[in-house]
């Protein structure tokens, strides 16, 4: 994480649970600073939703993928502005790697906000069970 450019020294944990859905949750603080602000914040997420049904929930703002052999999908701002995440199907439900750009005042054109989240995503679905 931290040759991602995350502190990997301040991960905070969460438990998340939803109705019959529950997600484990990871959050990093990026270590880029845009005039004294934190660039951008990473959260991975694994919960026990079907692929199918998280494209069901935003099939309009996503995009089906694969990373290393892995079907997903691409969701371009599922929560807002700034945000990019991608779905992995796991053997449990998903992993979810999202990311958000904090702004320094200044907008994020749309394009780019999945910029190297393909790589980062490459990376990390390499420790994910199958």
């Known amino acids: 994480m931290t040759a991602a450019g995350y502190d990997a020294a301040h991960k905070e944990f969460a438990d998340m649970p939803m109705g019959s859905y529950t997600f484990l949750a990871c959050a990093y603080r990026g270590t880029e600073l845009v005039r004294g602000t934190r ?69 994020l054109p749309k394009e780019e906000w999945c910029a190297g989240m393909e790589e980062l995503t490459a990376i990390l679905e390499q420790y994910i069970a199958n």
Do not use: M, W
Not at 55 to 84: D, F, H, M, Q, Y
């Open 39 to 107: 660039k951008f914040s990473l959260n991975v997420l694994s919960g026990n939703i079907k692929l199918e049904e998280e494209l069901a929930k935003n099939g309009e703002i996503s995009t089906a993928i694969t990373v290393n052999g892995r079907r997903g999908l691409r969701e371009i701002g599922p929560n807002g502005r700034n945000e990019c995440t991608y779905a992995l199907q796991t053997n449990f439900g998903i992993v979810l790697v999202n990311r958000l750009y904090h702004s320094d005042g200044s907008a």
